[in-house]
């Protein structure tokens, strides 16, 4: 078995993954160090619950979060000093709901939820996924904290909009879960880039973007600067390499790689990770710094991920 800790090398990093292509569920991975959220969605799954039900309970943890601030609560607000929201969630049967530019409500993800369940659309927006909330029992909050608005105060002094992607630390979080009847389900959440033009929509809430889950194949999801991420469908297309038989990891390098043709490449960061119905684990970044949660029956791991730079 494979130590708990860090893996850094290629090696460590190739020997990790054959193991885990024995561990066939349950599993949940997420994007950066969201440790909790992991953990949170793994108390799901361990007690026999569904994939759905667990990346649900796992982002709902960073979104209630003050000190997170590129996700509900606590998340920068755009350049007008509005906290904005965006999600969504795809289940094991190819339902997905998602919610955009969605203001004063706590748990994006779970409106997003509703909106698959609830309604016959994919995607709500602004007032009118306001209004939905509220419709459906969601309580309306002051999502702006003091951190975040003294930020947003330094940050007008200059108004210098240089929307480059800290590689080091997280924005997005997006999360995968394979059960223990082999099925598969995903959620990704953001309040999206700090002091953004109002009305921004990055790829978080963008089915086949930031989020796609075919259960017959397997699940990804994107972190990094959403436009980029867009440009290049990228999930879905991790999702799409899956299905001709690549692993996990071979699609999210070639899908980083991919953003190589896009001509403010040494301007941001996008980070992938992704799970197929064997369980084996993907995680690629464009430049160092993405790192990726997982738990199983062994523990909890992170993955230092392996990058196009």
Not at 27 to 53: C, F, M
Not at 218 to 229: I, K, N, P, R
Not at 263 to 279: L, M, P, R
């Amino acid at each position: 078995a494979i130590g708990m800790g860090s893996l850094t090398s290629l090696d460590q990093l190739s020997e990790w993954f054959s193991a885990f292509a024995k561990i066939r569920k349950p599993l949940v991975i997420a994007t950066w160090n969201n440790k909790k959220a992991v953990e949170t969605a793994w108390d799901v799954l361990k007690s026999g619950g569904r994939a759905l039900d667990a990346v649900e309970a796992g982002a709902r943890i960073p979104e209630s979060d003050p000190e997170d601030t590129s996700v509900g609560y606590g998340g920068f607000p755009d350049r007008d000093g509005f906290v904005t929201l965006d999600a969504c969630i795809m289940d094991e049967l190819g339902n997905a709901g998602s919610v955009v530019f969605l203001e004063k409500i706590m748990h994006p993800i779970s409106v997003a939820r509703r909106v698959m369940e609830k309604t016959p659309h994919v995607i709500l927006a602004g007032a009118g996924a306001h209004q939905f909330a509220i419709e459906q029992g969601f309580k309306e909050e002051n999502l702006l904290t003091e951190k975040a608005q003294k930020a947003l105060d330094a940050w007008r002094i200059k108004s210098e909009y240089k929307p480059k992607i800290n590689v080091e630390r997280h924005d997005t979080i997006g999360i995968l879960g394979l059960d223990q009847n082999g099925d598969l389900s995903g959620a990704c959440t953001t309040s999206g880039l700090a002091f953004k033009m109002r009305g921004r929509v990055g790829d978080s809430p963008i089915i086949g973007a930031g989020l796609y889950v075919d259960n017959e194949v397997g699940a990804a999801t994107a972190t990094g600067l959403g436009e980029a991420v867009i440009k290049k469908v990228g999930s879905f297309s991790i999702v799409e390499m899956m299905r001709q038989g690549m692993h996990p990891e071979k699609a999210c390098k070639a899908a980083a790689k991919r953003l190589l043709t896009i001509k403010s490449k040494d301007e941001f960061q996008v980070g992938y990770i992704a799970v197929n119905k064997k369980g084996e684990l993907g995680a690629w970044a464009l430049r160092p710094g993405f790192e990726a949660a997982v738990i199983t029956q062994d523990g909890f791991q992170l993955i230092k991920a392996n990058s196009i730079f």
